[in-house]
């Protein structure tokens, strides 16, 4: 044994004991760092919000609370980062991954889901009272329907309260219950006349008796939605004691902000048998990770500060990090197994995202195959707004009677992406092994003008096996402008931008881009209202291309007002610039479009078909007599981006190319970057690409390559240094690396980059910088 003098021995506990404070000095300057971002990227506007109360019951606003409280971030950089749901069935056990196999694995983890959920979201709850009192306050008859109304007291004293109304068909039970806010007394009298007891309580914005239990209950920090889940499960304790209750068959039910509480009212009380929650959004089915500007739902910025009372004031530390939050809504959804949950909601409603809806409910769906009872998850999307009609809320309780054994009504499982890439893979496992052995194609500079087409030519193949094999087509016989009332009706449900200034003309049904695309294009004009020309008699143009916005398509964008691609297009507008809008393929009106597009045309690709489309788009501009041919320009943002890039590669009309936080390398691709899987697996845009998932090394082009195709014409790229999709490190490497194309084709002025300390959403900023990037190109 090696024996240490007592001096040795204290020196070392020294050296440590200063190690282990520069440790801690450094975790604390880090999440200070981390403070200076976040308030920097969030939108602090809860103080003069109208549905925002005060946060806390010491704190009018965030900012408050953050004073107060001197609470920091966490460290981020000590924390994994889950890009995609954190998955269920798998937990961690010293530092390592598990799957749960058993029931009694999964019960441990609902804990620890419950602990996390309420550290984060929803706050602390206090424990169950052991005082409920009741008293009636009223009752009537309307025909053979009995209504009480009922007054809950319980806590210190008697304090706290709880209102009711219950609505008690005719006959003797015992009856299932079906509760709901004080908001859905319509819904409840639907219930009724399906033979429910109906259940109307006090905890919604109309009427909230929960409002005082912040006061009541000072040692919990449950917030106004975790409150009013809590003041439910207080009702239930009632209910449970009545001998025409059903206990075994209590519903709970809620629509946005009363439908996110149902949903918590169902994950934290196992008496509720069944939960409906219709267009709960963000904080209810929508998870937190896909709440972001890229996906153009209500983002987590949005809601805590629009509603900052309803979210704990630390979720909000998570903007623009959302891949690093322990827990996510998929997690909460899976506590309500082995019961029932439904989920409805407008597959076109502005602050959904129909697509991270599903991917929710697939995920939260495995532990209910796990305990046997898949059938008990479901979810009803519907057409329309925000708004539901009678229709809906019986579609509802058309459920609760199949799952509650009263009637047999047949249920349509009805998916818009039920695409899987295994099936995908196993359906082409064939090709698997080519595609394996193809040799990637690098960069080689500097080179000869030979090699340099050669090369370009071998990379623009591989760009094309990527897309697939587009199917034999024929062009449009006549692109033209269509009357205003023949626009689809969906459109009328998703809005459009509104550019002030412009002449506004719309492109099909009839005389539709290539196949049978709408478009609308936003046209300058001078102060006479004609069409504002350039001196050389023509219009130059940017076809813009959107994000991930399933629900809506270019409809809305990105912005704190909710106005982001209106003023982004009023911007380039008033410089002059014609700009042409469409739904990419499989987004907003053309969702649908391809739900079943890999059964239709297995050897091609969505990538493919929004590269084949923005080019149609790009024939069709042509044929306008207006547009300058030579002067056609790509603005891609995101999702869009990635598809400018693929187009301007593939096709020498496109003029110039701006895009906005676009791409994270492929053959950087790793398990916080999923650059590969993101596009193969999540949304099924570039199944090829998935063969790689584990070798991204051997992808047979990156973008690099793909870049060295657009060479030597004008390119902005923006790629923010905050956003969590893309390693910053590895696109500074390839656009590095494309630069010196650039620079062998003497053009390396052509290349722009731009880094904003920023996450992934086009800023006022970059507007002007991306319309003086188009303005200094188009007059060269």
């Given at each position: 044994?090696?024996?240490?003098?007592?001096?040795?021995?204290?020196?070392?506990?020294l050296?440590?004991?200063?190690?282990?404070?520069?440790?801690?000095?450094?975790?604390i300057?880090r999440r200070?760092?981390?403070?200076?971002?976040?308030?920097?990227?969030?939108?602090?506007?809860?103080?003069?919000?109208?549905?925002?109360?005060?946060?806390?019951?010491?704190?009018?606003t965030w900012?408050?609370?953050?004073?107060?409280?001197?609470?920091?971030?966490?460290?981020?950089?000590?924390?994994p980062?889950?890009p995609f749901l954190?998955?269920?069935?798998?937990?961690?056990?010293?530092?390592?991954?598990?799957?749960?196999?058993?029931?009694?694995?999964w019960?441990?983890?609902r804990?620890?889901?419950?602990?996390?959920?309420q550290?984060?979201?929803?706050?602390t709850?206090?424990?169950?009272?052991?005082?409920v009192?009741?008293?009636?306050?009223?009752?009537?008859?309307?025909?053979s329907?009995?209504?009480?109304?009922?007054?809950?007291?319980?806590?210190?004293?008697?304090?706290?309260?709880?209102?009711f109304?219950?609505?008690?068909?005719?006959?003797t039970?015992?009856?299932?219950?079906y509760?709901?806010?004080?908001?859905?007394?319509?819904w409840?009298?639907l219930a009724?006349?399906?033979g429910?007891?109906?259940?109307?309580?006090?905890?919604a914005?109309?009427?909230?008796?929960?409002?005082a239990?912040?006061?009541?209950?000072?040692?919990?920090?449950f917030?106004?939605?975790?409150r009013?889940a809590?003041?439910?499960?207080?009702?239930i304790?009632?209910?449970?004691?009545r001998?025409?209750?059903?206990?075994?068959q209590?519903?709970?039910?809620?629509?946005?902000?009363n439908?996110?509480?149902?949903?918590w009212?169902?994950?934290?009380?196992?008496?509720i048998?069944?939960?409906?929650?219709s267009?709960?959004?963000?904080g209810?089915?929508t998870?937190?990770?896909?709440?972001d500007p890229q996906?153009?739902?209500?983002?987590?910025?949005?809601i805590t500060?629009?509603a900052?009372?309803?979210?704990?004031?630390?979720?909000?530390?998570?903007?623009?990090r959302?891949?690093?939050?322990?827990?996510?809504?998929?997690?909460?959804i899976?506590?309500?197994?082995p019961?029932?949950?439904?989920?409805?909601?407008?597959?076109?409603?502005?602050q959904?995202?129909?697509?991270?809806?599903?991917?929710c409910?697939?995920?939260?769906?495995?532990v209910f195959?796990?305990?046997?009872?898949?059938?008990?998850?479901?979810?009803?999307?519907?057409?329309g707004e925000?708004?539901?009609?009678?229709r809906?809320?019986?579609?509802?309780?058309?459920f609760?009677?199949?799952?509650?054994?009263?009637?047999?009504i047949?249920?349509?499982?009805?998916?818009?992406?039920d695409?899987?890439?295994?099936?995908?893979?196993?359906?082409?496992k064939r090709?698997s092994?080519?595609?394996?052995?193809?040799?990637?194609?690098?960069l080689?500079?500097?080179?000869?003008?030979?090699?340099?087409?050669?090369?370009?030519?071998?990379?623009?193949?591989?760009?094309q096996?990527l897309?697939?094999?587009?199917p034999?087509?024929?062009?449009?016989?006549?692109?033209?402008?269509?009357?205003?009332?023949?626009?689809?009706?969906?459109?009328?449900?998703?809005?459009?931008?509104?550019?002030?200034?412009?002449k506004t003309?719309?492109?099909?049904?009839?005389?539709?881009?290539?196949?049978h695309?709408a478009?609308?294009?936003?046209?300058?004009?001078?102060?006479?209202?004609?069409?504002?020309?350039?001196?050389n008699g023509?219009i130059?143009?940017?076809i813009?291309?959107?994000?991930y916005?399933?629900?809506h398509?270019?409809?809305?964008?990105?912005?704190?007002?909710?106005?982001?691609?209106?003023?982004?297009?009023q911007?380039?507008?008033?410089q002059?610039f014609?700009?042409m809008?469409?739904?990419?393929?499989?987004?907003?009106?053309?969702?649908?479009?391809?739900?079943?597009?890999?059964k239709?045309?297995p050897?091609?690709?969505?990538?493919?078909?929004?590269?084949?489309?923005?080019?149609?788009?790009?024939?069709?501009?042509?044929?306008f007599?207006?547009?300058?041919?030579?002067?056609?320009f790509?603005?891609g943002?995101?999702?869009?981006g990635?598809?400018?890039?693929?187009?301007?590669?593939?096709?020498?009309?496109?003029a110039?190319?701006?895009?906005?936080?676009?791409?994270?390398?492929?053959?950087?691709?790793?398990?916080?970057?999923?650059?590969?899987?993101?596009?193969?697996?999540?949304h099924?845009?570039?199944?090829?690409?998935?063969?790689?998932a584990?070798?991204?090394?051997?992808v047979?082009?990156?973008?690099?390559?793909?870049?060295?195709?657009?060479?030597?014409r004008p390119?902005l790229?923006?790629?923010?240094?905050?956003?969590?999709?893309?390693?910053?490190?590895?696109v500074?490497?390839?656009?590095?690396?494309?630069?010196?194309v650039?620079?062998?084709?003497?053009?390396?002025?052509?290349?722009?980059?731009?880094f904003?300390?920023?996450?992934n959403?086009?800023?006022?900023?970059m507007?002007?910088?991306?319309?003086?990037?188009?303005n200094?190109v188009?007059?060269?």
């Amino acid at each position: 044994m090696v024996k240490y003098s007592k001096f040795r021995i204290t020196s070392l506990l020294l050296i440590l004991g200063l190690s282990g404070q520069l440790a801690a000095q450094s975790q604390i300057s880090r999440r200070q760092q981390y403070l200076q971002e976040s308030l920097r990227i969030n939108e602090p506007k809860d103080h003069r919000h109208p549905i925002s109360r005060r946060v806390t019951i010491q704190d009018s606003t965030w900012l408050d609370w953050l004073h107060r409280t001197n609470e920091l971030p966490p460290d981020f950089s000590q924390m994994p980062s889950i890009p995609f749901l954190p998955d269920p069935l798998t937990t961690q056990r010293n530092g390592k991954s598990y799957a749960i196999k058993t029931v009694d694995e999964w019960n441990i983890r609902r804990q620890w889901i419950k602990r996390q959920f309420q550290h984060w979201v929803s706050g602390t709850v206090p424990p169950a009272p052991d005082n409920v009192k009741a008293r009636t306050l009223s009752e009537k008859t309307e025909g053979s329907t009995k209504i009480q109304m009922i007054e809950l007291t319980f806590g210190k004293d008697g304090q706290a309260k709880m209102t009711f109304e219950l609505m008690i068909p005719a006959g003797t039970g015992p009856f299932p219950v079906y509760m709901t806010p004080w908001t859905h007394r319509n819904w409840a009298q639907l219930a009724v006349r399906r033979g429910y007891m109906a259940c109307v309580y006090a905890g919604a914005d109309s009427r909230d008796d929960t409002q005082a239990y912040q006061a009541l209950y000072p040692a919990y920090d449950f917030t106004a939605l975790m409150r009013r889940a809590w003041g439910a499960s207080r009702v239930i304790d009632y209910l449970v004691t009545r001998r025409d209750v059903n206990s075994a068959q209590i519903a709970i039910s809620g629509h946005s902000r009363n439908g996110k509480q149902a949903l918590w009212a169902g994950a934290f009380d196992e008496r509720i048998a069944a939960v409906v929650s219709s267009s709960c959004g963000t904080g209810g089915i929508t998870p937190w990770r896909m709440s972001d500007p890229q996906h153009t739902n209500q983002t987590l910025d949005d809601i805590t500060s629009n509603a900052a009372h309803w979210f704990h004031p630390r979720l909000r530390f998570f903007f623009g990090r959302e891949d690093k939050l322990p827990i996510d809504q998929n997690l909460l959804i899976a506590l309500i197994a082995p019961r029932n949950v439904l989920f409805q909601y407008s597959t076109a409603e502005q602050q959904l995202n129909p697509w991270a809806n599903e991917q929710c409910y697939y995920s939260a769906r495995k532990v209910f195959e796990l305990m046997g009872v898949a059938d008990r998850i479901a979810l009803a999307p519907r057409m329309g707004e925000h708004a539901v009609a009678a229709r809906d809320v019986e579609q509802c309780i058309d459920f609760l009677d199949t799952r509650f054994g009263r009637r047999n009504i047949p249920w349509q499982r009805n998916l818009f992406f039920d695409f899987r890439y295994t099936e995908w893979a196993a359906a082409h496992k064939r090709d698997s092994v080519d595609a394996l052995n193809k040799k990637p194609l690098h960069l080689q500079v500097p080179a000869t003008t030979a090699s340099l087409k050669k090369q370009k030519d071998d990379i623009l193949e591989n760009i094309q096996w990527l897309l697939g094999t587009e199917p034999s087509g024929v062009k449009p016989d006549l692109v033209a402008v269509t009357e205003p009332s023949r626009v689809d009706w969906m459109d009328r449900i998703t809005g459009r931008p509104v550019v002030k200034g412009t002449k506004t003309e719309y492109i099909g049904p009839y005389t539709a881009i290539g196949d049978h695309i709408a478009a609308t294009i936003y046209y300058p004009t001078d102060s006479s209202g004609a069409k504002k020309l350039r001196s050389n008699g023509k219009i130059p143009v940017i076809i813009y291309l959107h994000q991930y916005a399933y629900a809506h398509g270019y409809a809305h964008g990105y912005s704190t007002e909710r106005q982001g691609n209106s003023k982004l297009f009023q911007t380039m507008t008033d410089q002059g610039f014609a700009v042409m809008a469409l739904d990419l393929f499989g987004f907003g009106t053309r969702m649908q479009e391809a739900t079943y597009f890999y059964k239709r045309f297995p050897e091609w690709s969505k990538m493919g078909k929004i590269v084949s489309d923005t080019r149609a788009c790009i024939d069709a501009l042509e044929t306008f007599e207006v547009i300058d041919k030579d002067r056609i320009f790509l603005l891609g943002n995101t999702l869009g981006g990635q598809a400018a890039l693929l187009t301007a590669a593939m096709d020498q009309r496109v003029a110039g190319i701006a895009t906005v936080a676009a791409f994270s390398p492929w053959r950087a691709s790793d398990s916080r970057y999923e650059s590969i899987r993101s596009l193969s697996d999540w949304h099924g845009l570039l199944p090829r690409l998935g063969w790689y998932a584990h070798r991204p090394q051997q992808v047979p082009v990156d973008y690099a390559e793909i870049i060295s195709c657009i060479t030597p014409r004008p390119l902005l790229v923006i790629a923010p240094e905050m956003d969590r999709y893309s390693n910053i490190k590895a696109v500074r490497s390839e656009l590095a690396l494309a630069k010196k194309v650039y620079h062998e084709h003497q053009a390396a002025e052509n290349l722009r980059t731009y880094f904003p300390l920023e996450i992934n959403r086009i800023t006022l900023d970059m507007h002007a910088r991306i319309t003086d990037f188009f303005n200094e190109v188009s007059i060269k």
